[in-house]
């Protein structure tokens, strides 16, 4: 257990619709990322916040949005959902932004669009 | 751009078998490198990783040294166990960024048989 959390697990939706993905990082840690893991894409990096900052966009479509909370848990939407958008997304956390502060990864949530 | 490119999976092993993963990264500067692995149904958990040129970042029995001459981070482990099958991922963050996004592989599958 990495000590990150995402809900929900599973989500079913149908095309053209909105859905929020949550995600609690681990206590103490003030930035979050959001990666997209697909068949054809791969892991994708989409962004991050640093203590409810934004902090840099990767390849993020501008249906998604992100916020982080004062508490510091962290939002992801993504709206007008496409068949395409099926895929498992993490969130990852750490300490603060920086390469010696190890990024550890929620569970994920699996996202199926019909 | 910054990319990292692995060798195709899956590869299957018997066990105690000795294992290589090839991963080759293109980068501008000295980035860090990474491996990461996904057990079935989790999230991504670091393994290892080194952060300067000939570095070895070493954990669990794997191992893999950060070759600045050929851009390569290989993955070995002399003696693979049944409870090694994953997918593993060989990952980067570029110098000198901002916000310490990872650019991962697509991810190469290990399948130990007893």
């Known amino acids: 257990d990495s000590g990150v959390t995402q809900t929900p697990k599973h989500l079913i939706t149908a095309t053209g619709q909105r859905v929020t993905l949550r995600c609690s990082p681990r206590?103490?840690?003030?930035?979050v990322y959001w990666y997209q893991q697909s068949l054809d894409q791969g892991l994708q990096f989409l962004i991050q916040?640093?203590?409810?900052?934004?902090?840099a966009k990767g390849n993020i479509l501008e249906r998604f949005s992100a916020q982080q909370f004062p508490d510091l848990h962290s939002e992801l939407n993504l709206s007008s959902l496409e068949l395409g958008d099926s895929a498992l997304y993490f969130c990852a956390s750490s300490v603060r932004p920086a390469v010696v502060e190890t990024q550890y990864f929620g569970p994920g949530t699996r996202l199926l669009v019909l | 751009g910054n990319s990292v490119t692995q060798m195709e999976g899956p590869v299957t092993l018997s066990e105690e078998a000795f294992l290589t993963i090839n991963c080759t990264y293109t980068a501008t500067g000295y980035p860090s490198l990474f491996w990461y692995v996904q057990y079935p149904g989790e999230g991504l958990q670091l393994l290892l990783k080194a952060t300067k040129a000939d570095d070895k970042g070493s954990n669990k029995g794997f191992e893999a040294t950060y070759r600045k001459e050929t851009t390569s981070f290989h993955l070995e482990k002399g003696s693979v166990q049944v409870s090694d099958s994953a997918v593993y991922f060989c990952?980067?963050?570029?110098?000198?960024?901002?916000?310490?996004?990872?650019?991962f592989g697509k991810g190469t599958k290990l399948s130990v048989i007893p």
């Open positions: 916040y640093y203590n409810g900052e934004e902090r």
């Open positions: 990952a980067l963050i570029p110098t000198g960024a901002g916000s310490y996004q990872l650019t």
């Open positions: 206590s103490g840690d003030l930035s």
